[in-house]
């Protein structure tokens, strides 16, 4: 099998070239963002067979010819009656980032597992593989590709782990602006409270954000709650030895940007130096799955110890629900589907997790 580059200026431009060259049938092996000044472009890495007898992917005997608003795929095939006939399919943009996408995403994850020596997971490993590359075929010869794709998102889902009850008397939530942590944060403090019947109290480092203090404070009144604001993590480890009475606490976070790598890290420090602390990463379901791995590796190792998913209602591919756990190794607990405190807060179960990663919109459209 013989491995080639391509560039374009978007995705769909490369992955035309891909189609022009090696034909509908290339394998699409990896796809790259490279920056180059004020230009970007984008560039795609495609596998050709070179030797046909072997029956891996290859080009086809048809020509892909790029026409405005998507990419036109014509395979050769035999009739019945032993003449040549042109099936033509028409993949457009929106398609080829729609399905590249998720496989950007669970290759990046195969090829780590892959960079282990002794992996006793080679097996599925190597399962996995057959089944993405069957996807891309069929994606590109115009076959129905639901089939493949449901399979691998729910083995993926077999594999989520879920985690257990809180033992945490004090759990923190971190993570990127806008991904919700102050609103969870409101629902995990009412659900202790008012339908666990626990002594709950809040704790806010967020003291950045414009009118976080009062959306806060305005929570915990309904709630019926203290809450106690702090500067620093040393200024929040006061205050939970202040709150000793108390069963349950929940520290809100600010929100930084990943560029900040020098709070991220302080903020983090000095939350694992809280007694009896567990971080839980927050993370909107639609973030993409190279932005999480981004955000997770922002934190000292084992710093996380779960995930925690927002915003399902504002998604519209829910798949990194079931390939984000698996492939950051850490088990989720809760997803949250809208504003509602407490109601939209769901405990998460492999049966939930599998059918919102494979239903998108419509998974959407019932949580709203």
């Known amino acids: 099998m013989r491995f080639k580059k391509f560039k374009g200026q978007t995705l769909a431009e490369a992955v035309a070239l891909v189609k022009k060259e090696l034909g509908p049938h290339a394998l699409i092996i990896s796809t790259k963002d490279i920056s180059r000044g004020a230009k970007a472009c984008v560039e795609v890495t ?53 399905f590249v996408a998720p496989l950007r995403s669970e290759l990046r994850a195969l ?58 008397r004090v759990t923190a939530l971190v993570g990127p602006t806008g991904a919700g942590k102050t609103t969870t944060i409101a629902k995990l403090a009412a659900r202790a409270a008012l339908m666990e019947g626990e002594r709950v ?10 009118g976080g203090e009062q959306q806060i404070r305005i929570f915990a009144d309904l709630i019926g709650i203290p809450v106690v604001m702090a500067r620093t993590p040393k200024e929040a480890k006061s205050a939970i030895a202040s709150l000793s009475s108390y069963d349950r606490i929940f520290v809100d976070t600010a929100g930084r940007s990943p560029r900040d790598t020098v709070a991220i ?81 769901e405990d998460a179960t492999r049966e939930r997790l599998l059918y919102l990663a494979t239903h998108g919109m419509a998974a959407k459209e019932e949580a709203a």
């Open 111 to 168: 090829r780590t597992v892959l960079r282990a020596e002794a992996d006793p997971t080679a097996s599925e490993v190597r399962r996995e593989l057959a089944v993405l590359r069957d996807m891309v075929s069929r994606m590109s010869s115009g076959e129905d590709e639901d089939g493949p794709h449901v399979e691998n998102l729910r083995h993926l889902a077999s594999k989520c782990e879920i985690a257990t009850l809180e033992n945490a």
């Open 265 to 345: 890290s302080d903020t983090v420090l000095g939350l694992l130096e809280l007694p009896e602390v567990e971080i839980h990463l927050a993370m909107a379901a639609g973030t993409r799955g190279a932005s999480m791995d981004r955000w997770m590796g922002l934190y000292p190792e084992n710093a996380v110890k779960r995930l925690l998913f927002t915003k399902i209602d504002e998604a519209d591919d829910l798949g990194e629900l079931v390939r984000a756990p698996v492939r950051l190794g850490r088990p989720i607990r809760y997803i949250a589907n809208g504003q509602r405190v407490p109601e939209d807060l």
């Open 201 to 210: 109290a809040l704790v806010s480092l967020d003291a950045y954000r414009v």
């Open 46 to 98: 495609a596998a050709e067979e070179t030797d046909h007898g072997t029956g891996e992917i290859g080009p086809a005997s048809g020509a892909g010819d790029v026409e405005a608003g998507g990419v036109a795929v014509g395979s050769g095939s035999r009739g019945p009656s032993g003449g040549a006939s042109m099936v033509q399919s028409r993949i457009t943009n929106d398609d080829i980032e729609r």
